[in-house]
Nanobody
Framework: QVQLVESGGGLVQAGGSLRLSCAAS????????MGWFRQAPGKEREFVAV????????YYGDSVKGRFTISRDNGKNTVDLQMNSLKTEDPAVYYC???????????????????WGKGTLVTISS
């Protein structure tokens, strides 16, 4: 089992940038695909991005493609989400997730992932 702790959330102006980080502990980090999901109040959980075990492959949700970048550092057991050009529709609790299933990355968009952090709140001021 892997434990995940997110950080980096906060208040940022629309059009600004924010970088979220997720620290993993427990099992071998490089065994896991890592992802970010988000959930706004009153809305369903939304897939944001996923990265494969090596960092060589990524997949993004349509609403963040071109604005957000997911990356990982297997030496530090961290996965980051760089969020640029933030919009008023981006506020949510952002969750880090992990999964050791070997399946196409786009599959996690609908399946979700097995392990979850507690989330970090991102708020946008217009």
């Amino acid at each position: 089992q892997v434990q995940l702790v997110e950080s980096g959330g906060g208040l940022v102006q629309a059009g600004g940038s924010l970088r979220l980080s997720c620290a993993a502990s427990g099992r071998t980090f490089s065994n896991y695909a890592m992802g970010w999901f988000r959930q706004a109040p009153g809305k369903e959980r939304e897939f944001v991005a996923v990265i494969n075990w090596s960092g060589g492959d990524t997949y993004y949700g349509d609403s963040v493609k071109g604005r957000f970048t997911i990356s990982r550092d297997n030496g530090k057991n961290t996965v980051d989400l760089q969020m640029n050009s933030l919009k008023t529709e981006d506020p949510a609790v952002y969750y880090c997730a992990a999964d050791d299933r070997v399946i196409p990355l786009e599959s996690f968009r609908y399946r979700g992932m097995d392990y979850w952090g507690k989330g970090t709140l991102v708020t946008i001021s217009s």
